[in-house]
């Protein structure tokens, strides 16, 4: 299984195909037309590595069954410097603009300025003056490429240009969005494309080291894709990164970052850099970022999917009817998700803890997408019952359809305890107390509470001593999370950005607090001696 983008063998092809004849075009025409500008090979053919045939086979080839139109229209390209991520996306764009056939095509190259956005601009002008097919179909002028036979253009555009809206995009390639200083001239842009049948805002960018920024969430968000947490038919992402666990010489390491090792980018120079980066702390960053492609930030990840997913059990809910549970609540103001979660102690029978989660959200927000990570498959996973979603009709949180499948979990199993956050856990506590016969106990969300829970439950996961039926809303919240660390080295999971959501995850968190808890509890009650023994 490819660790740089997604399986495409699990593509539906019921609603899908794959048109080779497409596909081979494209890369023949790029290896045919398009020449390399600069160097000792500048106007030799530009010949594609695998991973770039790959790429454009796959982004070019797979179209919609209903409409013959593509499949992809988002696309993020995650890859070190030096690995020829301009001249190959400049070669892209040529495709799109010249062989689309779009009428009145508008295609921007978009950079973070208005310098950033003339590298790639000027390229492409240099691309067109190597070909004499490109010279004579093409008019490059200071700002743009004008394409008479279609009447379409490519302009170069920046963020701090003073207007940025009314665009009608067909392509927009943007170039190194870490360096954006915000989102704007990228929503603009995506939510540009309403108009088109088959658009592509193709976003390419190394490494940054600010997580809160678009570009760490949609890296973030490919990640989900790659891995197989979330689904997006529209999306292709890939991804070359280094492992953050291994040396930075590693020459393994280097190969997975740099697809292009050994064209793009030499060995040699790696190591040397590598080398030097070892020895002068001030570079060190500087080579993680720039040729392993790894963000740096204060906040660790937790719980790693292939890590969860193997925890994965097949089982139905109704299989524990009747047995003992724990019960946690996390409730949501507004729009957010509100959780319920069980958790089963190990029996005679079953020798591994076992989990259910509950998830709550208003359908509107569902609708509303404003999750770049989750917005777009809420709506599918609320159509699973495996995955216990339910989308309520309020605008706002329905705390008394999240009070029925309470009393609707209390007919099922023997709840023994409730553990819950105090935040609007008021009402909803004298609500359940008149469902549940069981004490309510408020879990502190603080390091105390939260780091004998997080750390026990990390040892479940990781012993495989906790099992799961492969709830996708829980999976996508413990992916979300990351560990925060105090100065006594007490952890607490917290958000890794504001989009996400960790809900669900921390609701089983604080039900394995809540278990400690009870086995504490338990050994004070069983011991009965004085106090004190003489020996």
């Known amino acids: 299984m490819k660790h740089y983008t997604i399986d495409f063998s699990k593509i539906d092809l019921t609603k899908y195909y794959f048109d080779d004849l497409e596909a081979k075009q494209a890369v023949t025409f790029i290896e045919k037309f398009c020449k390399i500008v600069d160097g000792k090979k500048a106007g030799q053919p530009l010949l ?27 696309v993020f390209l995650f890859i070190p ?18 062989l689309d056939g779009e009428e009145f095509s508008q295609c921007y190259f978009a950079g973070a300025d208005r310098e950033q956005a003339r590298l790639a601009f000027d390229v492409l002008k240099a691309m067109i003056d190597k070909e004499p097919k490109f010279r004579q179909a093409l008019k490059p002028l200071m700002n743009s490429v004008r394409y008479s036979k279609t009447n379409s253009f490519f302009k170069v555009i920046s963020s701090d240009a003073k207007t940025k809206h009314g665009f009608n995009t067909h392509f927009a390639l943007i170039d190194e969005l870490h360096a954006h200083p915000n989102d704007e001239l990228y929503q603009v842009l995506s939510t540009s494309v309403g108009a088109r049948v088959q658009p592509i805002v193709m976003s390419i960018t190394t490494a940054g080291s600010n997580k809160n920024h678009i570009c760490y969430e949609l890296y973030d968000y490919s990640k989900k894709l790659i891995e197989g947490v979330i689904n997006d038919d529209s999306f292709l ?32 120079y790696l190591l040397n850099a590598a080398s030097k980066a070892k020895n002068i702390p001030t570079q060190l960053e500087a080579f993680k970022q720039l040729h392993l492609n790894l963000w740096v930030d204060s906040h660790t990840s937790f719980i790693k999917s292939v890590q969860w997913n193997e925890c994965i059990e097949d089982y139905d809910d109704s299989e524990l009817d009747g047995e003992e549970c724990f019960m946690s609540y996390d409730l949501s103001s507004n729009k957010d998700l509100t959780s319920i979660n069980l958790l089963f102690p190990p029996t005679d029978k079953r020798k591994r803890f076992r989990t259910i989660s509950y998830n709550f959200l208003p359908y509107d927000s569902a609708v509303e997408k404003q999750n770049i990570s989750a917005g777009r498959v809420f ?18 949180t329905d705390f008394d ?11 099922k199993y023997k709840v023994k305890q409730i553990t819950y956050d105090r935040f609007l856990s008021n009402y909803m506590n004298q609500e359940i107390s008149k469902i549940v016969d069981c004490e309510l106990v408020e879990f502190n969300q603080n390091f105390k509470n939260f780091s004998p829970a997080t750390k026990y439950f990390e040892g479940m996961v990781l012993e495989k001593s906790i099992s799961h039926n492969d709830n996708k809303v829980l999976s996508w919240c413990i992916s979300n999370v990351k560990i925060m660390q105090d100065n006594h080295e007490n952890i607490k999971p917290i958000k890794g950005k504001s989009s996400d959501k960790i809900d669900s995850a921390i609701a089983l968190i604080m039900n394995v607090g809540q278990y400690l808890n009870s086995l504490e509890i338990q050994d004070e009650e069983e011991y009965t001696g004085t106090g004190f023994i003489m020996i």
Request: aromatic residues 12%.
């Open 48 to 74: 594609l590595l695998d991973w770039q045939k790959e790429f454009v086979s796959n982004l070019f080839g797979w179209k919609k069954i209903t409409d013959g139109f593509r499949k992809f229209n988002q």
């Open 237 to 268: 992402p890939f991804v070359f990164e280094g492992n953050p666990e291994l040396e930075i010489d590693d020459i393994e390491n280097l190969k997975m970052a740099n697809p292009s090792l050994g064209v793009g980018v030499s060995l040699d």
């Open 379 to 396: 709506l599918n996973w609320s159509e699973d019952p495996k995955n216990n979603l339910f989308l309520t009709i309020n605008k706002t």
């Open 81 to 98: 410097r030096k690995n020829g991520k301009t001249v190959f996306s400049v070669a892209v764009s040529l495709y799109v603009l010249l």
């Open 401 to 411: 359809f999240v009070l029925e499948k309470i009393e609707e979990i209390n007919s």
